[in-house]
């Protein structure tokens, strides 16, 4: 099956001063793929990612998100994507609702779909208690679930993820990715970072960077067979061995 | 322009729930003008003199009465020698001695004996006596004197009674305004960096500027609280004449309000951290205003180089015009310097910091 592609990376590069954090990479992602970006820190994958959500311009290389030039274009890329990042990225001191009414509103969300939506959304999350609680008052697990939920809230093309489950348990990690197979299922595009192993298992199709190129990027099962290894913790372990740059 | 609006209420919820810093920003401003304008004065009360007198002459007695008539002085005591000032001195029992001659009557020759520790306190201290010895002198020689006789006379022109918190008045709200608009902007501001909001943020498409006025916006308002409440206070409470035009005052005010947010926002795109933000504010702005502002130590007698630094002062300024306008009650047109040098660093101030905001993207 041959998937609209919604993101297409042509030799993008990120250069500071002498330092080339990206170093040419080029790949695509389908519509409601959920991609894999792995790395080990310092690779280069942040920064990518970055650049793909319009916070960092790129030194040359081109690159479309939803179709949008990031260069060009960014307002629209912007208004098409969410965003979740490495730290936590909703406001501690404001409540459940106040936090999915802010960031629904700046994504131009109608008041009246912003109070059906958000009803739903606890419904389904079980929160419904919650709706005015502040943010600090919730547990991390509760409080990464309801990050996402508010990352895809406006329906956005692609969500990117940030290392989304750091510091996470492993039950709740497990229920946060059947909540990103539930938004790639209605045609969300996920593109994740993260250090786990196991999460990368869960992904369509991971790319593994180091030192700023991309050194594999296939399917999981793919990757293995390719390394003849069993696991994806041994293929990145493999590939990651060569790197020159450390933390 | 719905997201704006939800962007100033959610800054509002920001600052209303942290009901400590909120307390610190609504009560600050009034603790200082109370703390300022009474208790730290630099008049000297309670002055201790010890009179050095070797025979009990009619003069002495009077000037004695008058010295302790005085509401500075208090006479502690009579020593017989001069010898013994310095005991006296020691001990804490004495601030200054008066000595007069033995032949006082017929030499009027009398000698101020004074603890100039504190150079300040001593000078003011020699004024004081000097005057009112000065006074007894001109009352009794009246008449014996010619008429056309040397003297002074001096009139103390806007405060009359030397008040030192007329002094004060417009240093802090110099410094408060420092405080409240740059620091508290900067610390928000660099705390959604902090955090990781401000990355969620610039990945959205509310606009930057957007984002900056929503911050800026509650804090302007507070400051604007702030301005009535010393203004009340400053009426009211220390019962300062308010002669100038309340128009121009508050005028001002706002152009210094809108420089000190311009401050914050400007710092807030240097530093990283919390932290470095509450310092580089607290070094960086609080302690040139205190310095060297002419709020504490009049500029005039600085040294040159500082004198010359004090111009890039913003508070500099907005004191002085405050000065003017507030106590000595001139109108708009004697301050024009100042309010042109503070619209022009506003101005400044804020395109560096929106160019700076931009480049950080």
């Known amino acids: ?247 | 322009m719905i997201p704006f609006v939800a962007f100033i209420q959610k800054e509002f919820f920001h600052i209303l729930r942290d009901k400590r810093t909120m307390l610190i920003l609504l009560v600050m401003p009034v603790v200082m003008i109370l703390i300022f304008g009474f208790a730290i004065s630099t008049e000297i009360r309670n002055i201790n003199v010890v009179i050095v007198s070797p025979n009990q002459s009619e003069s002495v007695r009077q000037i004695v009465e008058k010295i302790e008539a005085n509401e500075y002085f208090s006479v502690v005591g009579t020593l017989p020698s001069p010898h013994q000032i310095d005991r006296a001195m020691r001990s804490d029992r004495a601030d200054i001695a008066l000595v007069f001659d033995a032949n006082f009557e017929q030499n009027a020759s009398v000698q101020l004996v004074i603890d100039a520790s504190n150079p300040m306190v001593a000078t003011a201290e020699m004024f004081y006596l000097s005057g009112i010895m000065h006074a007894y002198f001109t009352n009794k020689l009246q008449g014996i004197l010619p008429p056309q006789s040397i003297g002074t006379s001096v009139r103390m022109l806007y405060n009359p009674q030397m008040k030192s918190s007329y002094n004060f008045v417009p240093g802090i709200m110099g410094l408060i305004f420092i405080l409240i608009c740059a620091m508290m902007t900067s610390v928000s501001i660099v705390r959604e960096k902090e955090v990781g909001t401000m990355e969620v943020l610039l990945a959205s498409p509310v606009k930057p500027l957007h984002i900056i006025f929503a911050k800026m916006i509650p804090y302007f308002v507070i400051s604007c609280v702030n301005l009535a409440t010393i203004l009340l206070l400053a009426y009211f409470v220390l019962e300062i004449p308010m002669v100038g035009s309340l128009f121009w005052l508050c005028t001002l005010s706002i152009i210094y309000i809108v420089l000190a947010l311009a401050l914050g926002l400007l710092i807030s795109t240097v530093v990283t951290s919390q932290v470095a933000a509450m310092f580089g504010s607290l070094l960086g702005l609080m302690l040139p205003v205190l310095l060297l502002s002419g709020m504490m130590f009049p500029i005039e007698n600085m040294p040159i180089p500082l004198q010359v630094l004090s111009n890039v002062i913003p508070a500099r300024w907005y004191i002085a015009a405050v000065r003017k306008l507030m106590i000595e009650g001139l109108a708009v047109s004697y301050i024009t310097k100042e309010l042109f040098i503070l619209l022009g660093m506003t101005l400044f101030l804020i395109i560096i910091a929106l160019k700076k905001f931009k480049n950080r993207l």
């Open chain 1, 1 to 247: 099956m041959k998937r609209e592609t919604v993101i297409k990376v042509d030799n993008l590069t990120k250069r500071f001063g002498s330092f080339t954090a990206v170093d040419s990479i080029s790949f695509e992602v389908g519509r409601g793929e959920i991609f894999g970006f792995l790395g080990a820190n310092g690779a280069g994958k942040t920064t990518a990612m970055r650049i793909l959500c319009g916070l960092s311009i790129p030194t040359s290389g081109n690159a479309t998100v939803a179709g949008f030039d990031i260069a060009t274009q960014s307002e629209q890329v912007k208004r098409n994507i969410g965003y979740m990042s490495q730290k936590f990225s909703l406001y501690d001191d404001l409540n459940v609702w106040e936090n999915i009414r802010l960031f629904a509103g700046i994504y131009g969300m109608e008041a009246r779909d912003i109070a059906t939506k958000t009803d739903v959304l606890l419904q389904k999350l079980n929160f419904e208690s919650e709706r005015n609680t502040l943010i600090k008052a919730l547990p991390l697990g509760w409080k990464q679930k309801l990050a996402f939920s508010v990352a895809i809230f406006h329906n956005p093309k692609i969500v990117f993820l940030d290392e989304p489950t750091g510091g996470v348990d492993p039950a709740t990690r497990r229920q946060f990715w059947e909540m990103i197979y539930e938004a790639a299922e209605s045609g969300i595009t996920i593109f994740v970072t993260t250090h786990y192993m196991d999460e990368a298992e869960y992904c369509n199709r991971v790319s593994i960077m180091v030192d700023g190129h991309i050194a594999a990027l296939d399917s999981p099962n793919n990757l293995k067979q390719q390394f003849e290894v069993d696991t994806m913790n041994e293929v990145f372990q493999h590939l990651v061995s060569n790197a020159k740059r450390g933390e």
